[in-house]
C-alpha cells in the first residue's frame, strides 16, 4: 500500500532538468540574451506623433508628417554612446528600426529617394554606424524592416480608409512593390547583415502575397544562423507579444515581449507616463521566469539624444541586471506557478534556483513541493546567507515540507531582491494535492 503511494506521488514529482535545453543551436544566443532594446529612430520623433500611424489614422496629412524629414538632424547623434547606454543596462542585444510603415530608410538605399540620407539634413546612413558599434561592443544586431510601406506608390495601402488600389486589380504593380522590397532586404542582408530580422506589419497581407516562404528561404541563404521574429506571416523562428503581459507560461520555445518605456514607440516629447524602472524590472523578472525574453524601447530624438528619463531607467536596469546577473542570463524558466509566489529562473544545469522577491520585502518568503535538500542559500549580491527553515515534513511521507526563509533587515535590493538556492542534484517537484491518493 505505501510503495502504491510512493509511486503515485513520484509521478506527480516534476523534474526541472526535463525542461533542460536541446543541443546548441542558432537559438542559442537568443533564448540566453534575456534582454534586447528596441530603438524607434525616425522622422515621426521630429514632431513628436506616433510613428507612421499617426498619418495613416488621419490625425496629421501625409504632406505634413513627411515635412518633418526637414527636421530630422541627427545633429547629436553618437552611436558609440547609444551603445555604451544599452550594454550597461546589461541587455545583450539590440533591434533598431531601418525603415517604418512610413516608408523613410535610415540608411542609403538605393532602390528609391525616400531615405534619412537622401532627404532630411542628417544627409547621412544613420544605420549601419549604430550596427558596426554594437558589435564592437560584442552585442547581436537586429533590424527591424517594415513589410508595409504606405509611402511606396506600388504600395497598395495608404490610410486607415483608402488605399491605392486593389492588389487582385493589377498584380503588376504589386509585383514592382516586391521587387522593390527585396531590392531593400538585399541590400541589407547583404550591407549589413543583421544577426536577426524583426519584420512587421505582416497583417496587411497574406504569406503567399507577401512571398515570406521566399523572404525566409533568401535570408537563410544568406546566413543560416540568422533569426528571423514572428511576424513574417507564419514564417518565424519565435513569437512576439506586444505590451500585453502574459499571465500564464506561453507553451512556446522561444518568446519575446516588446514593451514601451512610456506609451510611445518613438519619441514623444509629451508623453511622460513612464513605467518605474521598478514596475519595468519586476516585469523583466516574470518575462524570464517564464522562459522569454524583454525587447524594452527607447525613442530617440531627431538630433539622437536620448531622452533622460529612458537613460535614467536604462541605468537602473543596469544596476539591477548587474548585480544578479547570474539569475539572469542563460537561465531557464522557472518553477511552474504554485510553488512560489513571484518570479523565479533556474540555472541552465538546475542545480541553482533563483527567487525574485519584490523590492524593499524583508521578512519570510516561502517555497512549496521542494523535494531536495537545500546545499546553500544566500541573497545574491550581498554576501548575507540565509538560514531556510523546513516546516510540516512529515517524517513517513515523500510530500516536501515548505521552506521558509527569512530575507534579513537590510540585505533587500530596492528594486528586486534575489534569493539564490543551490543543490546537489535538478532541481526535482512535488506537484500533487497533498493527499494520500
Ligand atoms: C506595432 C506597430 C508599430 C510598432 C510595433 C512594435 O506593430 O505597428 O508602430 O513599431 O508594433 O512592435
Known amino acids: 500500500m505505501k510503495n502504491t503511494i510512493l509511486v503515485a506521488l513520484a509521478l506527480l514529482a516534476f523534474t526541472a532538468s526535463g525542461q533542460e535545453k536541446a543541443a546548441e543551436s542558432k537559438m542559442q544566443w537568443f533564448d540566453d540574451a534575456k534582454l534586447g532594446i528596441f530603438i ?35 545633429a547629436a547623434y553618437k552611436p558609440e554612446e547609444w551603445v555604451r547606454l544599452i550594454k550597461n543596462s546589461g541587455a545583450r542585444y539590440a533591434v533598431i528600426t531601418s525603415k517604418h510603415h512610413d516608408g523613410v530608410a535610415l540608411w542609403n538605399t538605393k532602390m528609391n529617394q525616400l531615405s534619412i540620407p537622401a532627404q532630411t539634413p542628417a544627409g547621412r546612413d544613420v544605420l549601419t554606424p549604430f550596427v558596426t558599434e554594437l558589435r564592437k561592443a560584442g552585442l547581436k544586431a537586429g533590424l527591424y524592416f517594415s513589410l508595409i510601406d504606405w509611402t511606396h506608390p ?18 503588376d504593380r504589386w509585383s514592382r512593390f516586391l521587387t522593390f522590397m527585396n ?4 541590400e541589407l542582408k547583404t550591407g549589413i547583415n543583421p544577426d536577426l530580422w524583426w519584420f512587421d506589419g505582416d497583417w496587411e497581407h497574406p504569406a503567399d502575397e507577401w512571398r515570406a516562404a521566399d523572404i525566409r528561404k533568401s535570408l537563410l541563404a544568406n546566413n543560416p544562423a540568422v533569426i528571423i521574429n514572428g511576424r513574417l506571416a507564419g514564417y518565424g523562428d519565435y513569437d512576439t507579444p506586444e505590451q500585453n503581459f ?41 518575462v ?13 530624438k531627431a538630433d539622437g ?26 537561465t531557464l524558466a522557472g518553477l511552474p506557478q504554485g510553488h512560489f509566489y513571484g518570479p523565479s529562473t533556474l540555472s541552465a ?89
Not at 59 to 74: C, D
Not at 183 to 186: S, T
Not at 308 to 328: D, F, N, P, R, Y
Not at 358 to 380: D, H, P, Y
Request: proline share 6%.
Open 183 to 186: 531590392g531593400q532586404l538585399h
Open 40 to 74: 524607434h529612430w525616425g522622422i515621426y520623433a521630429v514632431d513628436g506623433i506616433s510613428e507612421s500611424w499617426s498619418f495613416h489614422n488621419r490625425r496629421v496629412t501625409h504632406e505634413n508628417y513627411m515635412k518633418q524629414l526637414g527636421g530630422f538632424t541627427a
Open 349 to 437: 544545469d538546475s542545480l541553482s534556483l533563483y527567487l525574485f522577491v519584490s523590492g524593499g520585502s524583508c521578512g519570510q518568503v516561502v517555497l512549496k513541493g521542494l523535494m531536495n535538500t537545500i546545499k546553500t542559500s544566500e541573497v545574491l549580491g550581498t554576501g548575507q546567507t540565509l538560514n531556510p527553515k523546513v516546516v510540516g515534513k512529515i517524517s513517513w511521507s515523500p510530500v516536501p515540507g515548505l521552506v521558509y526563509l527569512d530575507v534579513p533587515d537590510g540585505a533587500a535590493d530596492a528594486y528586486m531582491t534575489v534569493i539564490k538556492l543551490t543543490f546537489e542534484k535538478p532541481v526535482a517537484l512535488y506537484r500533487g494535492k497533498g493527499g494520500l491518493q
Open 246 to 286: 502574459p499571465v500564464t507560461r506561453p507553451d512556446l520555445p522561444a518568446w519575446e515581449l516588446c514593451m514601451t518605456m512610456n506609451d510611445s514607440w518613438g519619441y514623444q516629447g509629451r508623453d511622460m507616463n513612464y513605467k518605474t524602472p521598478y514596475e519595468i524590472i519586476s516585469i523583466f523578472a516574470d
Open 305 to 330: 539624444t536620448i531622452p533622460a528619463e529612458q537613460v535614467h531607467i536604462l541605468e537602473e536596469m543596469g544596476k539591477w541586471t548587474s548585480k544578479h546577473e547570474e539569475a539572469i542570463f542563460g
Open 288 to 300: 524570464i521566469g517564464f522562459g522569454g525574453n524583454l525587447l524594452l524601447d527607447i525613442g530617440p
Open 154 to 171: 506600388d504600395y497598395p495601402g495608404f490610410l486607415r480608409d483608402s488605399g491605392k488600389y486593389v492588389l487582385a486589380e493589377q498584380p
